[in-house]
């Protein structure tokens, strides 16, 4: 701890002194100018570059088109603003000591052939120009989507919109995108923040955030960092995800749309859509703005999933072969909102606040019917009742100086998550009559229509027409077990940040100088119940008969396979309320799925940043050095279980770590010619683990046959830290467009993996007063589950990305438009323990791509969206190095026990629309056109362990927006 006091007392006295310099620097008679650049329709134009010369110096304009150049030497210069999009203009200008002048710009559409069409500048949407304008002149690699192309395609929530960007890859959940993967990197290596400010994971366990939480029509823009500056938090390893809210715009805001539709699975299910967002500047000179929003949506599809077990074959052949198949079908209730705001006040030219507001919270309401086909039939219901919520509120301000600037914000956000414990579920186990037939009967007999598709024998995947011998029959399933869950995981973050920024001169040369600190504090802890209720006696009989629903689904899965009745949780969970005397509490399943689950980790960040930034007339260079220093304090719980699995009690354990760890980068931008741009980018990352794997508990997985028996934390596990390489070659295009080509390569140290291992090797916790799980079984030590440190890995790739408008093109060519990007990615993990070979990194999908052509011009809109994700390792789950012999029989890598990878994912996605009168349009779309498959196989595609259809979704949309209307 010493040390970390050492570091923190440093940066500390660096900041003191930056800020002291800063003083001095502000009381010098420099000269500055300030302004806005619009466009002839008075709509304000971001990301515009403002170029002064003699000397260089550069600003861009934001959100509200305003930039600012201050540090200047009184004298007579030449103002150069070039957008995309638009004609260069260049005017003079004379500039007085201890003066600021006023500069506002209007630039005029380009020629003929680089004109574009120019909307929505004058609300708080950004459109395709400001966006490109923003990557063309931002000091890191970004991609950014505005919200004119978040809306021009259906999307299920924001994260389907971000998985269209270059290099992008989504991990799915019940057929929507979850969990964002950028450049082939395990999710929890991306950072996701709402305008700049990191927000917690609703699912409190996890560091990545669940984008499903999050509507899509919330946001101005998506912009993903590629590559961090000394001023960004560091955990963005793969890239870092920005969510930028809505400000007011120079003009009244009014949209607001809703949207009627169904997918065709399940005798049809309705989804729907409804929003709204109204925002205006009003007091004395405008100088106040509010705009606000909310967007609620349904969604009431469904999913057809196979999860077969795929085991090595006993002839000893490399053809498919399964123990058992399980047969799911999920019925979705979800309901989903979200509202932002806001509130932003400009005291003067130099000086504004702004007060931004977040709250989205997903209701996501399942019922899942599972019959298991094989040997061992049984029938499970499991009902989903999940509320993922996230929230934000920051206050930030920004103040320009003679000759520098501060900004500031301070924010408080929440995340939650109900019912953590994780899903109620009711368990029926056949009859003796049904369980001796399907043993004796049920056999599996190979892939006969596809090999994605196994099948058993009639008598056990069909209706059987001897009532006894039923797989499907209710009457032959009876209740083992009900269990239920309660309780709640929560995060709550404060965070507060300051930087300042100065202008000087290095001879001829402008420069900026940037210093300042961040400070967050975390504090996640879960308190679920999960109690597990067993029937009283063998005297005790409850068939499924008296719940059933009534639901059936004759179209299970085109067909190829049977679903049987199916119960209704809301008749089971009655029955149990009204009959206790029935059932007797577990109490040794409960506690351990109770106490073994809660936690308190507490987290504190302190991060302290340098920053310089030197302008040549073609060539910009930035140097950046930051410090995160972190400490992490966690509690957890251990429960002792005899060997019949009655509950002997609970230990608490804790634990503590801290780190600093230094983050230099540098970024070169070289302007080869006014239209041509090479970047190139070093910089260190830091992401840290899970919160719970920080947790020191034990969890018991089940019997002594069990592998691995035993899943434990990891309170010494290490953040995984990471050097990255860029290369990018930015064109812009006439017109307006932009081509780009890079590469990056990133060394990663400690990964964080997913491995079993003896408990002899994995310590302390292991060593738990009371219970000896070192013991040998069969001259066979237990297993245990742990995520741990790898040593190393590397990820490197390609990326290709085109956007055009072609207005250059004659007729009523002029609307086409197009939007693509391809990459490519290979990755290598090493210094896994209880494995020789290097697989590629968790979520690394080689190749992925989107093309997007479209069609706008006058009243008409057509967008079609294809988007690919090639398959990658989603776990690994093939060790041939253990201490267990037992393992040396799971074959090979590739084999049916191999790592488990996800499918490749192909997904067309259409939109078509026509604007009816001023602002009103009406719209059509199409998601997932080609039924797309998501599911999970084992080493080689053949060895599938999960495939599931969701059906396309077809819906009508009325849309107002008063910044469309012409």
């Given at each position: 701890?010493?040390?970390?006091?050492?570091?923190?007392?440093?940066?500390?006295?660096?900041?003191?002194?930056?800020?002291?310099?800063?003083?001095?620097?502000?009381?010098?008679?420099k000269a500055s100018i300030d302004g806005t650049v619009t466009d002839a329709s008075k709509a304000v134009v971001q990301g515009a570059r403002v170029v002064l010369t003699p000397g260089n110096a550069v600003a861009t304009t934001d959100s509200s088109g305003q930039f600012t150049v201050e540090g200047l030497a009184?004298?007579?210069?030449?103002?150069?603003?070039?957008?995309?999009?638009?004609?260069?203009?260049?005017?003079?200008?004379?500039?007085?000591?201890?003066?600021?002048?006023?500069?506002?710009?209007?630039?005029?559409?380009?020629?003929?052939?680089?004109?574009?069409?120019?909307?929505?500048?004058?609300?708080?949407?950004?459109?395709?120009?400001?966006?490109?304008?923003?990557?063309?002149?931002?000091?890191?690699?970004?991609?950014?989507?505005?919200?004119?192309?978040?809306?021009?395609?259906?999307?299920?929530?924001?994260?389907?919109?971000?998985?269209?960007?270059?290099?992008?890859?989504?991990?799915?959940?019940?057929?929507?995108?979850?969990?964002?993967?950028?450049?082939?990197?395990?999710?929890?290596?991306?950072?996701?923040?709402?305008?700049?400010?990191?927000?917690?994971?609703?699912?409190?366990?996890?560091?990545?955030?669940?984008?499903?939480?999050?509507?899509?029509?919330?946001?101005?823009?998506?912009?993903?960092?590629?590559?961090?500056?000394?001023?960004?938090?560091?955990?963005?390893?793969?890239?870092?995800?920005n969510l930028v809210t809505k400000s007011a715009g120079a003009q009244p805001y009014f949209s607001a749309e809703t949207t009627m539709g169904y997918t065709p699975i399940m005798n049809t299910r309705y989804v729907g859509k409804a929003s709204v967002t109204a925002g205006t500047r009003f007091g004395a000179n405008?100088?106040?703005?509010?705009?606000?929003?909310?967007?609620?949506?349904?969604?009431?599809?469904?999913?057809?999933?196979?999860?077969?077990?795929?085991?090595?074959?006993?002839?000893?052949?490399?053809?498919?072969?399964?123990?058992?198949?399980?047969?799911?079908?999920?019925?979705?209730?979800?309901?989903?909102?979200?509202?932002?705001?806001?509130?932003?006040?400009?005291?003067?030219?130099?000086?504004?606040?702004?007060?931004?507001?977040?709250?989205?919270?997903?209701?996501?309401?399942?019922?899942?019917?599972?019959?298991?086909?094989?040997?061992?039939?049984?029938?499970?219901?499991?009902?989903?009742?999940?509320?993922?919520?996230?929230?934000?509120?920051?206050?930030?301000?920004?103040?320009?100086?003679?000759?520098?600037?501060?900004?500031?914000?301070?924010?408080?956000?929440?995340?939650?998550?109900?019912?953590?414990?994780?899903?109620?579920?009711?368990?029926?186990?056949?009859?003796?009559?049904?369980?001796?037939?399907?043993?004796?009967?049920?056999?599996?007999?190979?892939?006969?229509?596809?090999?994605?598709?196994?099948?058993?024998?009639?008598?056990?995947?069909?209706?059987?027409?001897?009532?006894?011998?039923?797989?499907?029959?209710?009457?032959?399933?009876?209740?083992?077990?009900?269990?239920?869950?309660?309780?709640?995981?929560?995060?709550?973050?404060?965070?507060?940040?300051?930087?300042?920024?100065?202008?000087?001169?290095?001879?001829?040369?402008?420069?900026?100088?940037?210093?300042?600190?961040?400070?967050?504090?975390?504090?996640?802890?879960?308190?679920?119940?999960?109690?597990?209720?067993?029937?009283?006696?063998?005297?005790?009989?409850?068939?499924?008969?008296?719940?059933?629903?009534?639901?059936?689904?004759?179209?299970?899965?085109?067909?190829?396979?049977?679903?049987?009745?199916?119960?209704?949780?809301?008749?089971?969970?009655?029955?149990?309320?009204?009959?206790?005397?029935?059932?007797?509490?577990?109490?040794?399943?409960?506690?351990?799925?109770?106490?073994?689950?809660?936690?308190?980790?507490?987290?504190?960040?302190?991060?302290?940043?340098?920053?310089?930034?030197?302008?040549?007339?073609?060539?910009?260079?930035?140097?950046?050095?930051?410090?995160?220093?972190?400490?992490?304090?966690?509690?957890?719980?251990?429960?002792?279980?005899?060997?019949?699995?009655?509950?002997?009690?609970?230990?608490?354990?804790?634990?503590?770590?801290?780190?600093?760890?230094?983050?230099?980068?540098?970024?070169?931008?070289?302007?080869?010619?006014?239209?041509?741009?090479?970047?190139?980018?070093?910089?260190?990352?830091?992401?840290?683990?899970?919160?719970?794997?920080?947790?020191?508990?034990?969890?018991?997985?089940?019997?002594?046959?069990?592998?691995?028996?035993?899943?434990?934390?990891?309170?010494?596990?290490?953040?995984?830290?990471?050097?990255?390489?860029?290369?990018?070659?930015?064109?812009?295009?006439?017109?307006?467009?932009?081509?780009?080509?890079?590469?990056?390569?990133?060394?990663?140290?400690?990964?964080?993996?997913?491995?079993?291992?003896?408990?002899?090797?994995?310590?302390?916790?292991?060593?738990?007063?009371?219970?000896?799980?070192?013991?040998?079984?069969?001259?066979?030590?237990?297993?245990?589950?742990?995520?741990?440190?790898?040593?190393?890995?590397?990820?490197?790739?390609?990326?290709?990305?085109?956007?055009?408008?072609?207005?250059?093109?004659?007729?009523?060519?002029?609307?086409?438009?197009?939007?693509?990007?391809?990459?490519?990615?290979?990755?290598?993990?090493?210094?896994?323990?209880?494995?020789?070979?290097?697989?590629?990194?968790?979520?690394?999908?080689?190749?992925?791509?989107?093309?997007?052509?479209?069609?706008?011009?006058g009243r008409y809109a057509v967008h079609m969206g294809m988007t690919f994700n090639g398959d990658y390792d989603y776990a690994y789950q093939w060790f041939n190095n253990q201490a267990d012999p037992a393992n040396d029989t799971q074959g090979p890598a590739n084999g049916p026990l191999g790592d488990n990878y996800?499918?490749?994912?192909?997904?067309?996605?259409?939109?078509?629309?026509?604007?009816?009168?001023?602002?009103?349009?009406?719209?059509?779309?199409?998601?997932?056109?080609?039924?797309?498959?998501?599911?999970?196989?084992?080493?080689?595609?053949?060895?599938?362990?999960?495939?599931?259809?969701?059906?396309?979704?077809?819906?009508?949309?009325?849309?107002?927006?008063?910044?469309?209307?012409?």
């Amino acid at each position: 701890m010493k040390h970390l006091l050492r570091w923190r007392n440093l940066a500390a006295a660096v900041i003191l002194i930056l800020f002291a310099q800063a003083a001095l620097y502000s009381q010098s008679q420099k000269a500055s100018i300030d302004g806005t650049v619009t466009d002839a329709s008075k709509a304000v134009v971001q990301g515009a570059r403002v170029v002064l010369t003699p000397g260089n110096a550069v600003a861009t304009t934001d959100s509200s088109g305003q930039f600012t150049v201050e540090g200047l030497a009184p004298g007579a210069y030449a103002v150069t603003i070039t957008a995309a999009g638009y004609a260069p203009l260049t005017e003079s200008v004379s500039l007085a000591a201890g003066q600021t002048e006023p500069f506002n710009a209007i630039l005029q559409v380009g020629t003929a052939s680089e004109q574009v069409v120019v909307s929505g500048g004058t609300g708080p949407i950004q459109t395709m120009t400001q966006a490109v304008n923003e990557e063309i002149t931002a000091a890191n690699i970004v991609n950014v989507m505005p919200y004119t192309q978040i809306i021009s395609l259906p999307n299920s929530n924001i994260s389907d919109a971000v998985g269209r960007l270059p290099d992008v890859t989504l991990q799915r959940n019940e057929g929507q995108g979850e969990y964002v993967q950028v450049r082939g990197l395990d999710p929890r290596l991306t950072n996701v923040t709402v305008d700049g400010v990191t927000v917690p994971a609703p699912e409190v366990v996890v560091e990545q955030v669940d984008l499903t939480t999050i509507p899509d029509n919330m946001v101005a823009s998506i912009v993903v960092n590629k590559t961090l500056s000394a001023d960004q938090d560091a955990g963005g390893i793969g890239g870092s995800v920005n969510l930028v809210t809505k400000s007011a715009g120079a003009q009244p805001y009014f949209s607001a749309e809703t949207t009627m539709g169904y997918t065709p699975i399940m005798n049809t299910r309705y989804v729907g859509k409804a929003s709204v967002t109204a925002g205006t500047r009003f007091g004395a000179n405008k100088r106040w703005g509010l705009i606000g929003g909310f967007e609620e949506d349904y969604n009431g599809a469904g999913i057809d999933n196979i999860q077969p077990s795929p085991d090595i074959n006993p002839d000893g052949s490399t053809t498919p072969y399964y123990d058992s198949d399980t047969e799911r079908m999920y019925r979705f209730k979800e309901y989903r909102w979200g509202y932002t705001s806001t509130l932003d006040f400009k005291k003067s030219e130099t000086t504004n606040f702004a007060l931004r507001f977040l709250l989205s919270d997903f209701d996501d309401w399942l019922d899942k019917w599972y019959y298991e086909i094989g040997p061992k039939a049984k029938f499970y219901e499991s009902n989903q009742d999940r509320t993922p919520e996230i929230g934000s509120l920051i206050l930030d301000g920004n103040h320009i100086l003679k000759n520098s600037w501060v900004q500031w914000s301070s924010a408080v956000s929440r995340s939650r998550f109900l019912n953590a414990g994780g899903d109620p579920v009711a368990e029926w186990s056949p009859t003796s009559t049904l369980k001796s037939y399907d043993k004796s009967n049920c056999s599996y007999i190979g892939t006969p229509t596809s090999i994605y598709r196994p099948e058993w024998s009639p008598g056990c995947e069909s209706p059987n027409a001897n009532p006894a011998d039923n797989s499907f029959n209710p009457d032959n399933y009876v209740l083992d077990s009900f269990r239920t869950t309660s309780g709640s995981a929560v995060e709550l973050d404060l965070q507060e940040m300051a930087g300042v920024g100065m202008n000087y001169h290095l001879g001829s040369r402008s420069a900026t100088l940037q210093f300042g600190g961040e400070f967050r504090s975390e504090h996640a802890f879960e308190e679920a119940y999960t109690p597990q209720y067993d029937l009283s006696g063998a005297a005790t009989t409850v068939t499924m008969v008296p719940f059933l629903s009534g639901f059936q689904n004759n179209h299970y899965y085109d067909g190829t396979y049977y679903m049987g009745p199916v119960t209704d949780w809301n008749k089971l969970n009655n029955y149990v309320l009204a009959n206790p005397g029935e059932f007797t509490l577990d109490e040794g399943a409960t506690q351990e799925a109770s106490q073994s689950a809660d936690f308190d980790l507490v987290q504190h960040l302190s991060a302290g940043y340098v920053m310089n930034t030197i302008n040549w007339p073609r060539f910009s260079l930035q140097t950046g050095f930051r410090v995160e220093a972190v400490e992490v304090r966690a509690l957890g719980y251990y429960v002792s279980t005899a060997a019949n699995g009655a509950w002997l009690g609970t230990t608490p354990e804790t634990s503590s770590e801290s780190y600093v760890v230094p983050l230099p980068s540098v970024q070169v931008r070289w302007m080869v010619t006014p239209m041509t741009a090479i970047r190139a980018n070093y910089s260190r990352g830091l992401a840290p683990p899970n919160p719970y794997d920080l947790v020191p508990y034990v969890l018991d997985n089940g019997d002594a046959g069990e592998t691995p028996r035993y899943s434990i934390g990891t309170p010494n596990e290490q953040p995984t830290r990471s050097n990255n390489y860029d290369l990018l070659l930015q064109q812009e295009l006439r017109p307006f467009g932009i081509i780009q080509a890079g590469y990056f390569y990133k060394q990663l140290y400690d990964p964080i993996v997913l491995i079993y291992t003896s408990c002899e090797i994995t310590g302390s916790l292991c060593d738990i007063p009371g219970q000896n799980i070192n013991s040998y079984d069969n001259n066979a030590p237990y297993l245990a589950q742990q995520d741990i440190n790898a040593h190393n890995a590397q990820v490197w790739g390609l990326e290709f990305a085109w956007r055009q408008n072609m207005s250059y093109l004659p007729g009523a060519l002029r609307g086409m438009q197009m939007m693509a990007n391809y990459s490519y990615a290979d990755s290598h993990t090493n210094g896994i323990p209880g494995s020789t070979y290097s697989p590629p990194l968790i979520g690394t999908a080689r190749n992925a791509f989107n093309f997007e052509p479209g069609y706008e011009l006058g009243r008409y809109a057509v967008h079609m969206g294809m988007t690919f994700n090639g398959d990658y390792d989603y776990a690994y789950q093939w060790f041939n190095n253990q201490a267990d012999p037992a393992n040396d029989t799971q074959g090979p890598a590739n084999g049916p026990l191999g790592d488990n990878y996800a499918y490749s994912h192909l997904q067309v996605d259409a939109q078509a629309g026509v604007r009816v009168w001023r602002g009103l349009h009406v719209i059509v779309d199409g998601l997932n056109l080609t039924n797309e498959v998501f599911g999970y196989y084992n080493g080689q595609p053949q060895y599938v362990t999960q495939r599931e259809y969701y059906k396309p979704t077809y819906s009508a949309t009325l849309r107002w927006d008063s910044s469309r209307e012409h």
